[in-house]
Every structure is written in structure tokens, then in C-alpha cells.
């Protein structure tokens, strides 16, 4: 296994330290499925691919107010 750094929002890294460890090899690993299935499909553009991610989010619930708050959160 090789790692990598990700950043991430501070409310989502401290859940993840708080995390258990079997927990966290848990989120690693699906983490670690969700990047290679997103880069398995090369014919899917960046754009295409990040398109997709966002209108997932959206029908969870993310609004554009809530992700501004989310990339501004300190």
C-alpha cells in the first residue's frame, strides 16, 4: 500500500482521527474503491466525473450555501 495526503474539511478529518482503527482501515478502503472506480473510466473527463459527484451531492441535500460554508469552515 502506498499513501497519500488528502486535505480535508476539519470536521471531516476530526471524525476520521476520532475514528476507531478498525474504522478507519474501513474508510480507507472504501475510499480507496471509490477513487479507483472513478478513475477506472478514462473516457469520463475530470469535469464529466466531478459533474457527477455534484449532482449526487445535490440530491443529498447539498446546497451551493452549504458548500460555500463548508469551503470557508476554519
Do not use: N, V
Amino acid at each position: 500500500m502506498r499513501s497519500i495526503t488528502i486535505p480535508l474539511d476539519p470536521d471531516t478529518a476530526r471524525a476520521f482521527e476520532r475514528a476507531s482503527t478498525d474504522e478507519q482501515r474501513k474508510l480507507c478502503l472504501l475510499l480507496s474503491l471509490q477513487l479507483r472506480a472513478l478513475t477506472a473510466t478514462p473516457q469520463k473527463s475530470l469535469d464529466a466525473i466531478m459533474d457527477e459527484i455534484g449532482q449526487k451531492a445535490a440530491a443529498q441535500g447539498l446546497t451551493p450555501e452549504i458548500l460555500e460554508s463548508l469551503l470557508h469552515a476554519e
